[in-house]
């Protein structure tokens, strides 16, 4: 498992406009208010964990992986890992260059449990991207997961949008609980203290995150890859 982790990571940072991408984007999430929850940090998150099983799977890579001794199970957890893992090396990245600027322009530097919170929040939201991202993965071609998660994200909030300005209360009621099941948000700043954390919310998350998980494994476990095909 540490093997796929390791060749995740190769594969994004081998790619040269790849690493200037995420080395911009962490440069534009170092700046005030560090780590907020701007574009560039889910724009980098997309880069990172988009194509994670198609594109091995495109290239013929995929064939030879698990032709050796290794489950399909391992492999997703790897690729899981190795995601979570080059993710969370562009938030530190991302972290370290902020505090230097701003001391550099001798800005007062943040409080350390809130940006340690601000970097768990980070995270734990990053992990359900990235399992959500792992299941498309495993059953459509190059970046179909993530144009799949875009339209899947819009059409919930125009469905809802539209039922709300409507009056549809349970077309609204349902499409709130489908959006709240699929893509639960959970204030995770409450995690400075936990008997403010929504148990709720986050069993919704942990639901989620799991669910997507064993998609993934039953989807590919079923599968059948012809070489140098999506």
């Known amino acids: 498992m540490n ?20 080395a911009l984007l962490a440069l534009m999430t170092a700046l005030p208010p560090m780590l907020a929850a701007g574009p560039s940090r889910w724009i980098a998150l997309l880069l990172i964990a988009g194509g994670l099983v198609s594109k091995d799977a495109s290239n013929g890579s995929l064939q030879m992986i698990l032709a050796r001794p290794i489950s399909r199970v391992e492999y997703l957890l790897g690729r899981l890992a190795g995601a979570l893992g080059a993710y ?18 001798g800005a007062r530097p943040p409080d350390p449990k809130g940006l340690a919170t601000e970097l768990a929040a980070a995270l734990l939201d990053g992990a359900l991207v990235v399992a959500t991202l792992l299941f498309l993965s495993t059953f459509l071609p190059a970046y179909g997961d993530v144009v799949a998660y875009f339209a899947t994200g819009v059409a919930l909030s125009t469905t809802l949008g539209l039922a709300q300005s409507s009056g549809r209360a349970r077309l609204a009621s349902a499409a ?6 699929i893509f639960p948000s959970v ?3 409450a995690l400075a203290d936990a008997r403010r954390l929504p148990l709720e919310a ?9 669910s997507y998980l ?11 890859f012809a070489y140098g095909h999506d």
């Open 187 to 189: 204030p995770w700043d």
């Open 202 to 210: 986050v069993g919704r998350w942990a639901l989620a995150l799991v």
């Open 3 to 22: 093997e796929i982790a390791r060749r995740l990571l190769r594969q994004k940072l081998d790619s040269a406009g790849t690493a200037v991408a995420l």
């Open 214 to 224: 064993v998609l993934a494994a039953v989807v590919f476990s079923r599968r059948e």
């Open 88 to 105: 969370a090396a562009f938030l530190l990245f991302a972290t370290v260059v902020g505090l230097a600027l701003g001391r550099a322009f």
């Open 176 to 181: 709130r609980l489908v959006q709240g099941n």
